[in-house]
């Protein structure tokens, strides 16, 4: 995939996840695609993509924004810079306005998302919502788990420290 392509999908794929229009939205991607979010966690194959985003994300979330500055792409693996921005409709924080930053990577095949992670600050959400501490707690612990359970992150704690021998 070409910058100029990938651009386009980035584009046509925040349009899609504005609309809260779920099938739309899982079109991007591949039939055996994975969508790591790091609210919802994972959800592999379009038809749980597609739930995620119209029956999870626009079920807790209005006025939603997505866009995406600076992409990358290098063949199949691409990477952008996004701002979002949503009004929570949970009871608990209705009406609390929620904007955040955060970093995206793609594995594209044949035109499509095959995979997509997220590096988002939830914190900062969760401050702008008025999450209680102790619940804040709770879930920094859960993606703290996420983050230890990874295949990559096993990988690179069995590595070891390289040393300055290795780097050159």
Not at 21 to 49: E, K, L, Q, S
Request: glycine share 8%.
């Amino acid at each position: 995939m070409n910058a100029d392509e990938f651009a386009r999908l980035l584009r046509d794929f925040t349009l899609a996840a504005e609309s809260g229009d779920g099938a739309r939205f899982a079109n991007h991607f591949t039939d055996d695609a994975i969508y790591y979010d790091y609210i919802y966690g994972p959800h592999r194959g379009r038809a749980d993509i597609a739930h995620m985003m119209q029956h999870l994300f626009h079920r807790d979330a209005t006025d939603y924004r997505w866009e995406m500055f600076d992409p990358v792409c290098s063949g199949d693996m691409g990477y952008a810079w996004s701002l979002s921005s949503f009004t929570s409709t949970i009871p608990q924080f209705k009406g609390r306005r929620v904007v955040i930053d955060g970093m995206s990577r793609f594995i594209v095949r044949d035109g499509l998302i095959a995979e997509y992670r997220e590096s988002v600050n939830g914190g900062v959400a969760m401050a702008q919502l008025g999450v209680e501490p102790e619940r804040m707690t709770k879930v920094f612990k859960r993606w703290s788990g996420w983050l230890e359970e990874r295949p990559e992150t096993v990988a690179y704690l069995a590595r070891g420290r390289a040393s300055a021998k290795d780097s050159s």
